[in-house]
């Protein structure tokens, strides 16, 4: 079975500052896709990357980055010069590919981060 | 635009009604839609995946006779929450994955229905 871990539950920073959300999964299986989301107040789920178990590069998009280690089964979300609208819930996800190519999708508890102007 | 939309965005209803909600993948056919539920404050779970032409296959602790699900097309699929009451009140959301030549597989999810049971 698939598990995804966020330990932090709430997470304050001032504006500007920069922040790391932490997310540590359990898998069985070798090939798997991580995710990673935004949910505002609206409800609504963003997307905001995608990384397979077999690139383990770390990827920079603005000011967001993440940080993929296999060794330790995390990937971790650091958000540089905080701006209060990132203020949201973000999950973390992972998914496994079943027969017939479909991927279930396991969420992580969600990290809520407030960003104080 | 919108990959997945869901309708009604929100409902508002009598304990012992149905409630039905609606998941369409707008630019695509999907053999397989996903329905989540979100307590407030709480994360996403999966309550079953529905297969288009079959029966939907139901995570474990999801009353299979709760939560009809109908999956009667390749771009629409329905969750029918069946005499609810004040406990189903939560953000239902479904989601597809679409596995197309040159786009990959990816998953997107609806915009969600927020179901609120009086």
């Given at each position: 079975a698939q598990k995804v871990t966020q330990a932090?539950?709430?997470?304050?920073?001032?504006e500007k500052e920069d922040v790391t959300l932490d997310c540590v999964y359990e898998t069985r299986d070798t090939t798997y896709y991580l995710f990673w989301y935004k949910q505002p107040p609206s409800g609504e789920l963003v997307f905001l990357i995608r990384r397979n178990s077999f690139d383990e590069q770390n990827e920079i998009s603005g000011r967001y980055s993440w940080n993929f280690q296999k060794s330790t089964s995390s990937f971790n979300f650091t958000i540089t010069a905080s701006q209060v609208v990132d203020s949201a819930v973000y999950?973390?996800?992972?998914s496994e590919v079943y027969s017939g190519g479909y991927q279930k999708v396991t969420f992580g508890t969600g990290t809520k981060l407030q960003v104080i102007p | 635009?919108?990959?997945?939309?869901?309708?009604?965005?929100?409902?508002?209803?009598?304990?012992?009604t149905s409630v039905k909600i609606e998941c369409r993948s707008l630019d695509f056919q999907a053999t397989t839609m996903f329905w989540y539920r979100q307590f407030p404050k709480q994360s996403l779970m999966l309550m079953a995946t529905s297969n288009e032409g079959?029966?939907?296959?139901?995570?474990q602790g999801v009353e299979k006779d709760k939560f009809l699900i109908n999956h009667a097309s390749l771009t629409l699929s329905t969750l029918t929450v069946t005499s609810a009451h004040p406990e189903d009140s939560s953000f239902y959301i479904c989601s597809v994955n679409m596995?197309?030549?040159?786009?990959?597989?990816?998953?997107?999810f609806g915009p969600g229905t927020r179901l609120t049971v009086l």
């Open positions: 932090q539950t709430e997470i304050s920073v001032v999950f973390c996800a992972l | 635009g919108a990959v997945v939309s869901q309708h009604p965005s929100w409902v508002i209803c009598k304990s012992g079959s029966k939907a296959t139901y995570e596995w197309t030549s040159g786009r990959r597989d990816e998953q997107f």
